[in-house]
């Protein structure tokens, strides 16, 4: 039985666990070195206040999660978010990845967010530690290619691109006040 929650910070040791692999193994974060269970509560806390973090559970087991963020920063963008998601290792290409984006989304709509933005580690060439696999799950949830910067992050010794795509989910009008869930 899949389920998918908010989720709660007794939840990092797992979260943790999940993205060891990412951090240690892959270069789909560029992050070198694995927080601690107390540093990812302390960042889960700071985006909690303000977007949605949400894990997906099988048979009552975190599986992976997803989360939105603030877009650069500034007042003038707050209708647009930056989503990040992460799954087990072994729960890959079998549907809870678009489960947890879809439900993210429909959160965010509803917060009034026009806007999704993805930044992706993308390779010139695929190799051990990066495919387009990211990439490519993205544009199957109709996110779009918007840019790319070239040899901006290093990690195991090698230069990797990085592009944003872009889902737009609203309609731009005369802009409402964005509610704070």
């Keep these: 039985m899949i389920?998918?929650?908010?989720?709660e910070l007794s939840d990092a040791e797992r979260l943790v666990e999940i993205y060891d692999y990412y951090v240690?193994?892959?270069?789909?974060?560029?992050?070198?070195?694995?927080?601690?269970?107390?540093e990812f509560r302390s960042r889960m806390e700071q985006i909690m206040e303000?977007?949605?973090?949400?894990?997906?559970?099988?048979?009552?087991?975190i599986e992976g999660y997803a989360y939105a963020r603030a877009f650069v920063g500034r007042a003038a963008y707050d209708w647009s978010c930056e989503l990040t998601i992460y799954l087990d290792r072994d729960a890959k290409k079998c549907g809870m990845g678009r489960m947890l984006y879809e439900d993210l989304e429909a959160i965010l709509?509803?917060?009034?967010?026009?806007?999704?933005?993805?930044?992706?580690?993308?390779?010139?060439?695929?190799?051990?530690?990066?495919?387009?696999?990211?990439?490519?799950?993205?544009?199957?949830?109709?996110?779009?290619?918007?840019?790319?910067?070239?040899?901006?992050?290093?990690?195991?010794?090698?230069?990797?691109?990085?592009?944003?795509?872009?889902?737009?989910?609203?309609?731009?009008?005369?802009?409402?006040?964005?509610?704070?869930?």
């Design 50 to 61: 303000r977007y949605p973090y949400r894990v997906i559970l099988r048979d009552g087991k």
């Design 3 to 7: 389920t998918i929650r908010d989720a």
């Design 109 to 181: 709509k509803k917060m009034g967010i026009l806007n999704l933005y993805a930044c992706i580690g993308y390779p010139e060439k695929e190799d051990e530690y990066l495919t387009r696999n990211s990439a490519e799950f993205h544009a199957h949830l109709g996110f779009e290619t918007v840019g790319e910067f070239h040899k901006c992050g290093y990690k195991f010794g090698r230069w990797y691109n990085m592009i944003w795509m872009e889902k737009i989910v609203g309609e731009h009008g005369i802009a409402k006040k964005i509610s704070r869930g």
């Design 24 to 38: 240690k193994d892959t270069a789909i974060t560029f992050e070198y070195d694995t927080p601690s269970p107390d």
